[in-house]
C-alpha cells in the first residue's frame, strides 16, 4: 500500500462523526437504513449521535451501529447554554451529518459551530439560502420524489464516494425487560393470542401547525367500532404522553371494553405492545415508522404531506389519500403548514371518510 494511499485508508476507517439528530423521531428512525450502512463501511470509526428529544434518544439507544448518545434540548436550555455546550463539542469530529429533514438555520449553526470539516447536509429546493444552508460543506439536492430513507443514504453516498446496492429496513430494538411488559399488559386486559389487534394512533406532530394532519379523533372512534362490532377486534390506543387526552377521547367514543389506551415508560415499550398488532392505522406520525419498523401492515391516513417522502418503508401498507389536485401541499420547510384552498381549509384529511379508512383495513383483513 502506497504512503498516499495509507493515509486515505486511516483518515477513512478512523472517521469521527457525529450525526446530528435534533428534529423528530420519525426523522431519527428514518435515517437507522443510512446509518447501518455507514457503520458498515467504517466498522472501526467511531459514531455518535446528538438528539434533542428524548424520544429519538430512545430511538438510538439500543442501536449497535452507534458508539454514544448525546441529549441536549437547545430549545429549552436557551443560547448561552446552547453555545457553552456546542463549545464542548467543538474538534472532536472530523464529520457532521444533518439527519434529512432538518433545514432550519439553527440546526445548520450547530453543525457549523462545532466545527467538523466535513459537514454532510442536504441542499433544500425550498428557503435553503435563507436557513443558511450553504454553511455545509458536502450537499445532495432534495429531490420531491425520492423517500427520507433513500435521501439520507444518498447522502452518506456522497460523503463516502461509494454507491451502495442495498436499503435496510429500519431498525428500532426493543429489549427483552420491554417485551416482558408487553407479556404482562396482554395478560393483565386479557388479550388472548388469538385476539385479532387493530392499532390506532389518532396523533401527530402539532408544531409548525402540523396538528391539521390528523384525522379527526371521532373518525377513529366510528372506526373502532366498526372493527369491534363486525370483525371482533382489540383496538390499542397508542401515542405519547402529551396525546394521553386524545387517546381518551377516542376510547370513550369507540364505548367498549375492547378498546385499550396505551399508557407506557417510553417508546420502547410501547412500541414491544405495538408488536402483537396485525394491522396499524395511523396519521402521518412518528408512530407510523414505528410500525414500519416492526413490519407491521400499515394503514397510513395522508392528507397534506406528500408520501413519498414519507410513506411506510419496507413494509406492506396502503395510503388512504383523497389525491387533490392542490396536495402535496407541505414541503420540507421551516414555515407552518397552511392550506391555500378556499372552499374547505385542509379537506384532504377534513373529507377522508371511515368507509375510505375501512374499506383499506378489510383488504389486509382478508389477507389476514
Known amino acids: 500500500m502506497s504512503g498516499i494511499n495509507a493515509a486515505y485508508f486511516f483518515v477513512f ?11 423528530g423521531i420519525g426523522d431519527a428512525l428514518m435515517f437507522t437504513p443510512a446509518l447501518k450502512l455507514l457503520r458498515n463501511k ?3 470509526g467511531r459514531i455518535d449521535a446528538l438528539v434533542m428529544y428524548q424520544g429519538a434518544g430512545d430511538i438510538y439507544k439500543n442501536n449497535p451501529n452507534l458508539d454514544n448518545v448525546y441529549q441536549f434540548n437547545f430549545l429549552k436550555e436557551g443560547v448561552i447554554a446552547s453555545l457553552k455546550y456546542i463549545s464542548q463539542l467543538r474538534g472532536k469530529y472530523d464529520t457532521t451529518i444533518n439527519v434529512y429533514p432538518s433545514n432550519r438555520k439553527e440546526y445548520n449553526i450547530i453543525g457549523f459551530l462545532i466545527g467538523a470539516k466535513n459537514r454532510a447536509a442536504v441542499k433544500y ?5 435563507s436557513n443558511l444552508g450553504f454553511l455545509n460543506s458536502i450537499r445532495i439536492t ?17 460523503l ?18 420491554d417485551e416482558i411488559r408487553a407479556q404482562k399488559f396482554f395478560s393483565e386486559n386479557n388479550i388472548l ?31 373502532g367500532k366498526k372493527l369491534i362490532d363486525h370483525h371482533h377486534t382489540k383496538i390499542l390506543l397508542f401515542g405519547g404522553p402529551d396525546e394521553d387526552e386524545l387517546k381518551k377521547l377516542v376510547k370513550v367514543k369507540i364505548d367498549s371494553q375492547d378498546a385499550f389506551v396505551i399508557n407506557t415508560n417510553g417508546i420502547l415499550q410501547s412500541a414491544a405492545i405495538m408488536k402483537r398488532c396485525s394491522i396499524f392505522v395511523t396519521n402521518d406520525s412518528s408512530q407510523m415508522h414505528i410500525a414500519a419498523a416492526q413490519q407491521l401492515k400499515v394503514v397510513a391516513i395522508i392528507g397534506p404531506t406528500n408520501p413519498n417522502y414519507i410513506h411506510p418503508w419496507k413494509t406492506e401498507h396502503k395510503i388512504v389519500t383523497l389525491n387533490l389536485d392542490c396536495a402535496p401541499c407541505f414541503f420540507y420547510s421551516p414555515r407552518s403548514l397552511i392550506c391555500s384552498r378556499d372552499d374547505v381549509q385542509f379537506k384532504c384529511i377534513k373529507e377522508l371518510t371511515v368507509d375510505m379508512v375501512y374499506s383499506a383495513v378489510k383488504e389486509f383483513l382478508t389477507k389476514t
Open 193 to 223: 393470542k388469538d385476539d385479532l389487534v387493530i392499532g390506532f394512533h389518532p396523533g401527530c406532530a402539532t408544531l409548525k401547525n402540523h396538528i391539521k394532519r390528523r384525522w379527526e379523533p371521532e373518525k377513529f372512534s366510528e372506526l
Open 42 to 44: 467504517i466498522p472501526d
Open 13 to 23: 476507517f478512523n472517521m469521527k462523526i457525529l450525526i446530528i439528530v435534533l428534529s
Open 160 to 177: 463516502l464516494n461509494k454507491k451502495f446496492d442495498e436499503d435496510p429496513t429500519l431498525e428500532l430494538i426493543v429489549t427483552e425487560e
Open 125 to 129: 429546493l425550498r428557503k435553503d439560502f
Open 142 to 158: 432534495e429531490n420531491d420524489s425520492v423517500h427520507n430513507v433513500e435521501t439520507n443514504i444518498k447522502l452518506i453516498e456522497k
